[in-house]
C-alpha cells in the first residue's frame, strides 16, 4: 500500500528556531507539492516540484521558507527563522505525471502539526 | 475572498438523511476534485469530474460538475456515521489545484 510519508508528525519550537519538514513521495510520482492548512486560510498551495525541478513556489515566504527535492525519494520545506504565524498543519502530496501543470490525482501524506511558541 | 466557496460550513445531521454540499466560483475550471479529509490525516481524493455536467457517482455520493464548468455539489444519500469528516472541493487553474474551505460534516448515529 503505497503511501506519502512525513517525518516529523508533531513539532513543537520556540520562535527563531529552525524548522524542517521531510517528505517521501509515492515511488514512481514525479510530482511532490508542499501544503499549509489553517483554520483561517484553508489549504493553501506553497510550492511543488517536478522532476526534483522547483515549478511554482509563489505561495510561499521567500524570506524564511524554502523547498528543495536533495533525490527524489525526499523532499524538504524549511522555515527559517520560524514565527508563531507559521503554526499550522503542513502536508506533502505527490502525483504521477499528468501533463501540464497539476495532476489530477494528489495522494496526501498525514501532515506535520506544527506549533512555534 | 476564496476563490472557491463551499457551503454550508458546518453540517450536522442523522444517520440516514440526506445532504447536499455544494461548491461555487465566478472562475471556470479545467476539471474539479472532491476530497474528503479526517481528523490527524491528509485529505484523500475522492472523485475528479471533468466535463460540464457530468455526473459521478461513488457508492452513496453523486457528484455533479455545472453545466458551465463554475460549481460542483456533492450529494450523500442516507449518511453513515462513517461519511463524518471534512469534504474538500479544489480546481484546477492556471496549473495549480486551488481549495475551497471546506465543509465539516459530523453524522451522528
Known amino acids: 500500500d503505497a503511501r506519502v510519508t512525513q517525518t516529523p508528525r508533531d513539532k513543537v519550537t520556540e520562535m527563531g528556531q529552525e524548522v524542517t519538514m521531510r517528505c517521501q513521495p509515492i515511488?514512481?510520482?514525479?510530482?511532490v507539492f508542499w501544503y499549509r492548512q489553517t483554520m483561517k486560510q484553508g489549504l493553501e498551495l506553497l510550492a511543488y516540484?517536478?522532476?526534483?525541478?522547483?515549478?511554482?513556489d509563489s505561495g510561499m515566504p521567500k524570506d524564511r521558507f524554502s523547498a528543495e527535492m536533495p533525490d527524489a525519494t525526499l523532499a524538504t520545506l524549511k522555515i527559517q527563522p520560524s514565527e508563531p504565524r507559521d503554526s499550522a498543519v503542513y502536508f506533502c502530496?505527490?502525483?504521477?505525471?499528468?501533463?501540464?501543470?497539476?495532476?489530477?490525482?494528489?495522494?496526501f501524506g498525514p501532515g506535520t502539526r506544527l506549533t512555534v511558541t | 475572498t476564496q476563490l472557491l466557496e463551499q457551503s454550508p460550513q458546518f453540517l450536522s445531521i442523522q444517520e440516514g438523511e440526506n445532504l447536499t454540499v455544494y461548491c461555487n466560483s465566478s472562475s471556470v475550471f479545467s476539471s474539479l476534485q472532491w476530497y474528503r479529509q479526517e481528523p490527524g490525516e491528509g485529505p484523500v481524493l475522492l472523485v475528479t469530474?471533468?466535463?460540464?455536467?457530468e455526473v459521478k457517482k461513488l457508492k452513496r455520493l453523486t457528484f455533479q460538475f455545472g453545466d458551465a464548468r463554475k460549481d460542483s455539489s456533492l450529494h450523500i444519500t442516507a449518511a453513515q456515521p462513517g461519511d463524518t469528516g471534512l469534504y474538500l472541493c479544489a480546481g484546477v487553474q492556471g496549473g495549480k489545484l486551488i481549495f475551497g474551505q471546506g465543509t465539516e460534516l459530523s453524522v451522528k448515529p
Open positions: 502530496a505527490s502525483a504521477p505525471s499528468g501533463g501540464q501543470g497539476v495532476s489530477y490525482e494528489q495522494y
Open positions: 469530474v471533468v466535463t460540464g455536467g
Open positions: 515511488l514512481g510520482h514525479n510530482t
Open positions: 516540484f517536478r522532476n526534483r525541478a522547483p515549478l511554482d
